[in-house]
Structures are given as C-alpha cells and as structure tokens.
C-alpha cells in the first residue's frame, strides 16, 4: 500500500507563502488521485485543492489564484505552494491519495490513505 509524509509546515506572516511537500512510498503506479485538505480545530476537515492522474486540478474557493498543487512524478511528491497567505489559512494541512481516478477531488470520504500533517500558522 502507499505510505504518505507531509512536511514543509511552520509558522509565515500574513501575506507570505509558503510549499508544503508530500512524499509518497510504497504502490504508486497505480492510477489516482492526491489532494491536500486542512483542519481547523473544531471544524470540520475540508478539501484544499487535488489533482487527478491526467493533471486535472480542483481548487477550492479559498484558495483559488493563490495556492497550486503538482507532482514531480519522478520523485513521487506531491505539493502545496500556498502564496499570499491569510490568517484563516492556520491550520493542520493533510495530503491524501486514492487508488482511482475522477469523482469529487476535494471530498475527504472518497480518500482512503492520508499522511500525518503538518501544520501551518499564519499570522
């Protein structure tokens, strides 16, 4: 199966950026989909944005025209760059894979693997 390790988070002032990185291991040639989500302590975890195996991409409304997700597929890593960055952006930012393609890229019951997290605080 596919193991996932988020890293890049810290700690930006408002209107900074930051790249949030993704590495996956394991059965990774298989068709799929990858998105990045984020939770907000008391809230609900919620799509960031996700990209098919065709390079199709989902944004989010939050996040559109400031964040992009990609792939280097030669290194298996999927990223975040998240630029122009708001307070409300805090939170705890996951990577997630499924083993198909197509379907609702932001919706969290359609992935199955999910890594860690890593945690982003603007402010």
């Known amino acids: 199966h596919v193991q996932l390790v988020e890293s890049g988070g810290g700690s930006v002032q408002a209107a900074g950026s930051l790249r949030l990185s993704c590495a996956a291991s394991g059965h990774t040639n298989l068709p799929y989909c990858m998105g990045w989500f984020r939770r907000v302590p008391g809230k609900e975890r919620e799509g960031v944005a996700g990209?098919?195996?065709?390079?199709?991409?989902t944004y989010a409304d939050f996040v559109k025209g400031r964040f992009t997700i990609s792939k280097d597929n030669a290194k298996n890593i999927l990223y975040l760059h998240m630029a122009n960055l708001k307070p409300e952006a805090t939170a705890m930012y996951y990577c997630?894979?499924?083993?198909?393609?197509?379907?609702?890229?932001?919706?969290?019951?359609?992935?199955?693997?999910w890594g860690q997290g890593t945690q982003v605080t603007v402010s």
């Open positions: 997630a894979v499924r083993p198909y393609r197509g379907g609702r890229l932001l919706d969290r019951y359609e992935y199955h693997i």
């Open positions: 990209l098919d195996s065709d390079g199709t991409t």
